[in-house]
T-cell receptor, first 114, second 110 residues
């Protein structure tokens, strides 16, 4: 079965550069979530989209923005990168926002900021 | 968001059952209890979820206390591949996000 696809898997950037992370949800899933996991930490919610509209926002820096496109894929844009942005970034998708719905996670993008 | 409390770590022997507890004394009537796990270097993975009744699936069982203030994830026969961080998460319909708490790191000994 098709899973959530994230690209790239690994990304190395310099401070103050920009990065774009992509997420392709499971076919027919209309909801995408982004999470950030720092070294030795638990995943933290960043932002989510339902039917191409932002549905919720967590502790996402102003330097980050995201959107969901007409084909339901999502992109997380990160500007003015800082060393502290080095982390694993996970995308998850689900069918709707309901509390009983399952979120399926991608393998993640490992971002290293040097 | 309602919070959960889990032990930091647990150990189990391979082929034996494992009971992972979770306390959620502030749970509301509409909160679903979800369990996810994260294997090393992988994304979180759904395990099981329930509202009021006990639930079984191919991966595990979920036992929910009658007052819903606690629950237990049961792995019937632990394997080495079950070594992971297990997260107990409450979700309501107001937000779809998952709020990951501390989780329980499960070690499985051969």
């Amino acid at each position: 079965a098709a899973g959530v696809i994230q690209s790239p898997r690994h990304l190395i950037k310099e401070k103050r550069e920009t990065a774009t992370l992509k997420c392709y949800p499971i076919p027919r899933h209309d909801t995408v979530y982004w999470y950030q996991q720092g070294p030795g930490q638990d995943p933290q919610f960043l932002i989510s989209f339902y039917e191409k509209m932002q549905s919720d926002k967590g502790s996402i820096p102003d330097r980050f923005s995201a959107q969901q496109f007409s084909d339901y894929h999502s992109e997380l844009n990160m500007s003015s990168l800082e060393l502290g942005d080095s982390a694993l970034y996970f995308c998850a998708s689900s069918l709707g926002l309901a509390a009983k719905n399952i979120q399926y996670f991608g393998a993640g993008t490992r971002l290293s900021v040097l | 968001d309602a919070k959960t409390t889990q032990p930091n770590s647990m150990e189990s022997n391979e082929e034996e059952p494992v009971h992972l507890p979770c306390n959620h004394s502030t749970i509301s009537g509409t909160d679903y209890i979800h369990w996810y796990r994260q294997l090393p270097s992988q994304g979180p993975e759904y395990v099981i979820h329930g509202l009021t009744s006990n639930v079984n699936n191919r991966m595990a069982s979920l036992a929910i206390a009658e007052d819903r203030k606690s629950s237990t994830l049961i792995l019937h026969r632990a394997t080495l591949r079950d070594a992971a961080v297990y997260y107990c998460i409450l979700r309501d319909d107001n937000t779809g996000k998952l709020i990951f708490g501390q989780g329980t790191t499960l070690q499985v000994k051969p």
